[in-house]
C-alpha cells in the first residue's frame, strides 16, 4: 500500500473534506425529537450520496421501525480481512439554545487556546458527525488512489442518542450482509492532541425516568401546605438519599457484580496525564466531588455512578404561583462498570425508589434505555493495528484508557455478530459534546482522516502475518 499516495490525495482535498462535514453539520438531525424526523432522513441521505460517491456499493438507506440505517460497502476479495465502520449520523437536542455563542446548526470555526489551528462548532460536530465523516473521507482517498487493503463496510445510524432501540433487530436479520473480521468506531475521544490514545473499556447505562404524585391535582400552598406531602419536596429527599455522604450508591445489591480492578492496573491508568488544578479551573469549580477511596480518573472510569440528568415540576413561569403540586419528575442515569447488567440494575432502581416512597406519594419509575459495559484486550490484531496506525501519525504510542461515556452497540456488536470492536476516537474530552458549544478541532478532523488508512494498511499485514 502506497501511504504517500494516500496522504497527498488527502492533503489536496482536505478543504472540500471540510466544506462537506459543514453541510451536514447544518441538518438538525435530533433523533430525540419527532419535529425533526424529516431532517433525520435528510441527513441519512446525505450520507448515502456520499458513500456512493465515494466508492461503496450496495448503498442503501434502511428504514427502520424508528430512524434509517445507512449500509455501503466495498468488498475486493472474500479472501482479504473485513473491516465495518460504525458511526452515527444523529445529534443531541441543542437546548439551552440561550448558550450558544453561534447558533448550533450553523457551523462556525474560530481559534480556541486549546486548538490554535480552529475548530468547528456545531451540534454533532465531534458526536458524532466530525468522526464517523473522516472514515468517509478515508475511504474516498484509499478508492481515488487504488490503495483499499481490506474490505470496508459501512453501517452509519441514526438513533445512537435514543439509545439504538432498532439497531438489535437490524444486526440480527442481517448477519450475513454486517459479517466483519472487526468494526471500527470512532466515537471516543484522545487525552490530548499531544497524548494519543485508545479507548479500552467503556461503561454500561441504565437510563430511567421517574414519576412522583402527590395529591389527584395541583393545590393552593397556603390552604394545604404542611397537610399534604408536596411530590417535589419527596422527590427531592428520596433522590438525595440515593448516596450517602461517602458518595457510595444505597441502593440494596447495586455493587454486588461491580468488576474490582487491581491495584497494578489502577497504577498503570495513574500514568496516563491528568491536571487537577487544571480540570477545576476548566470546570470553573472550586473541588472535586465523588465517591471516597477514588480518584477522579477512577471516579469517571472504573466505577459506576447515579446522576439526576433533569428534574421538574409545579410552576416555573415567570413571578410567583402558591401551588403544591400533583405530580415531580427527574430523569436520572446510572453508569455502569463490568459486571454491572444494565436490566438487573434497572429493576434495582425501581424496587428501591418506590420503597423509599413516603406515605401519601405513589412512584412510577419508566425505563428509557440502558447498554452494557465493555472492556476490550489490548493483546489483539485488531487493538495492535491502531497502535501503530496512532503511532506512526502522533509520533508517539497511544496510551489504553478506559472512557466513562456508554456506546451501548459495542457490547451488542459482539453479542450478534461475534467481533470485537476498536474504540479509536480523535475527539477531546473539552468537545464538550451534549452541551451548548460543542467543537470539534481541525486538528483533529485531519489527524482522523490521516490515520485511518493507516489502520487499514497495519491490519491487513498483521492478519496476513498471523
Known amino acids: 500500500m502506497n501511504m504517500n499516495t494516500v496522504q497527498q490525495y488527502i492533503e489536496q482535498h482536505k478543504e472540500r473534506f471540510l466544506s462537506e462535514l459543514l453541510e451536514l453539520l447544518k441538518i438538525p438531525s435530533i433523533s430525540a425529537d419527532s419535529a425533526h424526523k424529516d431532517d433525520v432522513k435528510r441527513a441519512a441521505h446525505f450520507v448515502a450520496e456520499k458513500l456512493s460517491s465515494a466508492g461503496a456499493e450496495q448503498v442503501q438507506v434502511h428504514e427502520t421501525k424508528g430512524h434509517p440505517i445507512v449500509y455501503g460497502e466495498r468488498i475486493l476479495d472474500e479472501a482479504l480481512p473485513t473491516i465495518l465502520v460504525y458511526g452515527h449520523y444523529d445529534v443531541q437536542p441543542a437546548a439551552p439554545l440561550e448558550l450558544w455563542e453561534t447558533p448550533a446548526f450553523e457551523p462556525h470555526i474560530r481559534a480556541t487556546e486549546i486548538h490554535p489551528q480552529g475548530a468547528i462548532f456545531a451540534r454533532g460536530a465531534a458526536d458524532d458527525k466530525g468522526q464517523f465523516y473522516m472514515h468517509l473521507k478515508a475511504f474516498e482517498a484509499m478508492m481515488a488512489t487504488g490503495e483499499l487493503p481490506c474490505n470496508v463496510k459501512f453501517m452509519i445510524e441514526g438513533e445512537e442518542e435514543v439509545g439504538s432501540d432498532n439497531l438489535s433487530d437490524f444486526c440480527k436479520a442481517n448477519q450475513t450482509l454486517l459479517k466483519t473480521d472487526v468494526i471500527l468506531i470512532s466515537d471516543t475521544s484522545i487525552i490530548a492532541n499531544d497524548t494519543p490514545s485508545i479507548t479500552v473499556g467503556l461503561r454500561g447505562m441504565s437510563y430511567v425516568e421517574v414519576e412522583v404524585t402527590g395529591p389527584n391535582k395541583d393545590l393552593h400552598s397556603g390552604v394545604y401546605g404542611g397537610a399534604v406531602a408536596n411530590p417535589i419536596n419527596a422527590l427531592c429527599e428520596m433522590i438525595a438519599s440515593l448516596k450517602d455522604k461517602n458518595g457510595h450508591i444505597t441502593i440494596p445489591h447495586f455493587y454486588d457484580k461491580v468488576a474490582v480492578v487491581s491495584k497494578q492496573e489502577r497504577a498503570e491508568m495513574a500514568k496516563a496525564p491528568f491536571d487537577l488544578e487544571n480540570y477545576k479551573l476548566d470546570l470553573g469549580i472550586d473541588d472535586v466531588n465523588g465517591e471516597l477511596g477514588y480518584t477522579t480518573s477512577e471516579r469517571t472510569s472504573i466505577r459506576p455512578t447515579l446522576d439526576v440528568n433533569g428534574i421538574w415540576g409545579g410552576y416555573t413561569g415567570e413571578g410567583s404561583k402558591t401551588v403544591l403540586p400533583s405530580k415531580a419528575y427527574a430523569k436520572i442515569s446510572m453508569r455502569l462498570v ?82 470485537k470492536s476498536v474504540l479509536m476516537g480523535f475527539g477531546l474530552n473539552s468537545d464538550v459534546i451534549h452541551s451548548p458549544n460543542e467543537n470539534y478541532g481541525l486538528f483533529n478532523f485531519y489527524k482522523g482522516i490521516e490515520t485511518i488508512p493507516y489502520f487499514y494498511h497495519y491490519y491487513r499485514a498483521l492478519k496476513s502475518d498471523k
Open 338 to 419: 463490568p459486571h454491572q447488567d444494565s436490566q438487573s440494575i434497572t429493576q434495582l432502581f425501581e424496587q428501591h425508589f418506590k420503597s423509599i416512597a413516603p406515605k401519601g406519594i405513589q412512584v412510577q419509575v419508566r425505563p428509557h434505555h440502558g447498554g452494557e459495559p465493555v472492556v476490550t484486550p489490548t493483546d489483539t490484531v485488531e487493538y495492535l493495528a491502531a497502535h501503530k496506525a496512532m503511532e506512526k501519525t502522533f509520533g508517539k504510542a497511544p496510551i489504553p484508557v478506559r472512557g466513562g461515556g456508554s456506546i451501548p452497540i459495542v457490547a451488542l456488536f459482539e453479542q450478534v455478530l461475534g467481533a
